[in-house]
C-alpha cells in the first residue's frame, strides 16, 4: 500500500513537553497539508507545503506548532510545551493538483495526541 | 464569512432505506467541493470531487451532486458498512479548504 502513513499513531504526553509527528506523503504527490480534528468536528487546516515551501499557516496556529518539510518528502509537525487543549488527532493529506485543477487531498490514518 | 454546514448531525437509516444528506456552503471563489467518508479513529477517505454546478458523480450506492449553494450526497439502498461519518468540505480561490462538521450516519440492519 503506497498511500499516506503517519507515525506514531498515538501518542500520549505530559503537558509541557515537547511532541514531534512524522507524514510520509504518496511519493508523487507535492503537496502536504496538516489538520487538527477534535471529537465531533471536522478536520481543520493547520498549514501546508508545496515541495518543501511552507506555503500557508493558519492564524490559529499557535508559535508552539512548527512544521518542516526538508527536501520535499517527509514532514515533521512539532509541538512545543504541550497544553491539555492540544489533545487532538492529527492527519495529514497529501495531493497531486494538476495545473489549475482542484486539490484532491489524500489523508493519513492520523496521530491521536492525548496531553495528560 | 466563508461556512460549510451539514446537515443532519446525525441520521439513523434502516437497511435499504434510501437518503440524502446535505451540505450547504456561504463562499466565495469555490474552486471545488469534497466528500470524505471517515470510519471511528481513523482518517478520511476520499469519494468524490465535485467543480460546478450541475455536475453529479457515482460510486456504488453513492451520488454527489452540486448546485450554486449547495451539494447533497444521495445514498441508495444502504447497508450496514455503510455506517460512517460523512464529511463535505470546500477549497476556495486562495487554496484554503474548509470543512463541515460531518454527518454521523448508521444503517441499521
Known amino acids: 500500500d503506497t498511500g499516506v502513513s503517519q507515525n506514531p499513531r498515538h501518542k500520549i504526553t505530559k503537558r509541557g513537553q515537547n511532541v514531534t509527528f512524522r507524514c510520509d506523503p504518496i511519493?508523487?504527490?507535492?503537496?502536504l497539508y496538516w489538520y487538527r480534528q477534535t471529537l465531533g468536528q471536522g478536520p481543520e487546516f493547520l498549514t501546508y507545503?508545496?515541495?518543501?515551501?511552507?506555503?500557508?499557516k493558519s492564524r490559529l496556529l499557535s508559535d508552539r506548532f512548527s512544521a518542516e518539510r526538508p527536501k520535499g518528502s517527509f514532514s515533521t509537525l512539532e509541538i512545543q510545551r504541550t497544553e491539555q487543549g492540544d489533545s487532538a488527532m492529527y492527519l495529514c493529506a497529501s495531493s497531486y493538483p494538476w495545473r489549475g485543477a482542484t486539490d484532491t487531498q489524500y489523508f493519513g490514518p492520523g496521530t491521536r495526541l492525548t496531553v495528560l | 464569512e466563508d461556512q460549510v454546514t451539514q446537515s443532519p448531525e446525525a441520521l439513523r437509516l434502516q437497511e435499504g432505506e434510501s437518503s440524502s444528506l446535505n451540505c450547504s456552503y456561504t463562499v466565495s471563489g469555490l474552486r471545488g467541493l469534497f466528500w470524505y467518508r471517515q470510519d471511528p479513529g481513523k482518517g478520511p477517505e476520499f469519494l468524490f470531487t465535485l467543480y460546478s454546478a450541475g455536475e453529479e458523480k457515482e460510486k456504488e450506492r453513492l451520488k454527489a451532486t452540486l448546485t450554486k449553494k449547495e451539494s447533497f450526497l444521495h445514498i441508495t439502498a444502504p447497508k450496514p458498512e455503510d455506517s460512517a461519518t460523512y464529511l463535505c468540505a470546500v477549497q476556495l480561490s486562495g487554496n484554503q479548504f474548509y470543512f463541515g462538521t460531518g454527518t454521523s450516519l448508521t444503517v441499521i440492519p
Open positions: 511519493s508523487e504527490h507535492n503537496r
Open positions: 507545503f508545496q515541495n518543501e515551501a511552507q506555503l500557508e
